[in-house]
């Protein structure tokens, strides 16, 4: 299968593409679905899930499916009180700042507190019969760990620096505890026929290379072990990771996903011979037809053909973008790039 074979730099048919965020509410069969479910009931219910896994799979061509769940769902059978709050985002109660509150944090069986992920995931695989992959996830601990000690979304990442610098032993405590919960719960989503594995680390560049390096990158690259062990390609993404990418992409991650913040052929240059995903900014998705054309162009010309590129963006879809213009780029990438 193309996605697969390209994560592992082998030769494909055409240029693999899948879009993060590819299931959402720039879809109107999601929003008709979500218009009856909360976004936690959605996830938690095994057959939504993986109906809303499968929108875009029958909406367009992409060569991968994604699990639809979210990061922060290890968060509850943790100890904590998820909720999606509309125009907030997640809130997390309470927050983690306390040696108390690591200490409370419970480690917990996958398969039987996040079962509805493994049933979801059996279901999809059902339903792809093959046709295409399917992608397991789960947040990076900085990421994760982030949204615990803030208690939501953060422009500063404030409690979460001030952790890492002024009581290192509680980051770590922390960061071993979510470390220990991501890797069992991706071992599981593999056993439960998750195909490949994706660990968003979507926030870490807010952090400068030292401090990635410190207290960041040992805990990344356990879990990306652990990944690893499984069999299946491990894909570690993240944004703004342009000033350390040298040492972002030293992991055991078969692929690099980078955002648009650093041309391709430039991202290539500094990590080697290693796949990479990635990495149009989703805005341009809302360009016209023309624009947009050479947009997908400009991507392709800096791949330049190598071996282990995987075309998405360099995050996630936006809410409004025309799911037309989404749809087409998955065909432009095939077609000119067929071989
Ligand atoms: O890519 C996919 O299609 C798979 C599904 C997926 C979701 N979240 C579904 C979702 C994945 C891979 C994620 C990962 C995720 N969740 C990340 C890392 C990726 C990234 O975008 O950086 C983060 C930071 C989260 C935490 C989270 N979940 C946020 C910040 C939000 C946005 C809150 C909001 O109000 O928009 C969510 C909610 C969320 N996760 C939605 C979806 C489809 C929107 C739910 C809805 O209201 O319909």
Avoid at 90 to 118: C, H, N, Q, Y
Wanted: aromatic share 10%; proline share 7%; net charge positive.
């Amino acid at each position: 299968m193309r996605f697969l074979d390209a994560c592992r730099l082998k030769k494909v048919d055409a240029t693999p593409v899948w879009f993060m965020r590819q299931a959402g509410r720039y879809m109107p069969e999601y929003r008709a679905i979500r218009r009856k479910a909360s976004f936690l009931e959605m996830c938690t219910d095994p057959a939504i899930a993986a109906e809303v896994t499968l929108q875009p799979v029958r909406f367009m061509a992409v060569d991968a499916a994604i699990l639809y769940a979210d990061i922060l769902l290890l968060a509850r059978p943790m100890g904590l009180k998820l909720e999606f709050v509309k125009g907030e985002g997640p809130v997390l109660t309470p927050p983690v700042r306390s040696a108390k509150a690591v200490a409370a944090l419970r480690a917990f069986d996958p398969d039987v507190e996040l079962g509805f992920v493994m049933d979801a995931i059996r279901l999809v695989r059902r339903e792809l019969a093959g046709r295409i992959p399917l992608i397991g996830f789960a947040g990076a601990p900085f990421t994760v760990a982030s949204y615990f000690i803030e208690g939501g979304p953060s422009k500063d990442y404030r409690w979460t620096k001030l952790m890492m610098h002024a009581e290192p032993r509680l980051w770590a405590a922390l960061m071993a505890k979510i470390a220990d919960a991501t890797a069992a719960y991706l071992r599981a989503q593999v056993a439960a026929g998750a195909q490949a594995l994706q660990l968003f680390d979507s926030w870490v560049g807010a952090l400068s290379r030292e401090d990635y390096l410190r207290s960041v990158k040992p805990w990344s690259d356990r879990v990306l072990a652990a990944a690893r062990r499984t069999g299946v390609p491990v894909v570690t993404f993240g944004t703004g990771t342009a000033p350390f990418l040298e040492d972002f992409a030293d992991s055991p991650a078969d692929v690099v996903g980078v955002d648009w913040r650093l041309p391709l052929d430039a991202a290539w240059r500094r990590i080697g011979k290693r796949a990479i995903q990635g990495n149009m900014d989703p805005v341009l998705l809302f360009l016209p037809r023309p624009q947009l054309k050479k947009a997908v162009r400009a991507v392709l010309a800096e791949a330049g053909g190598r071996r282990g590129h995987v075309f998405n963006l360099g995050h996630g879809i936006l809410q409004e973008t025309p799911p037309d213009n989404v749809r087409a780029v998955a065909d432009w990438v095939h077609e000119w790039t067929a071989r």
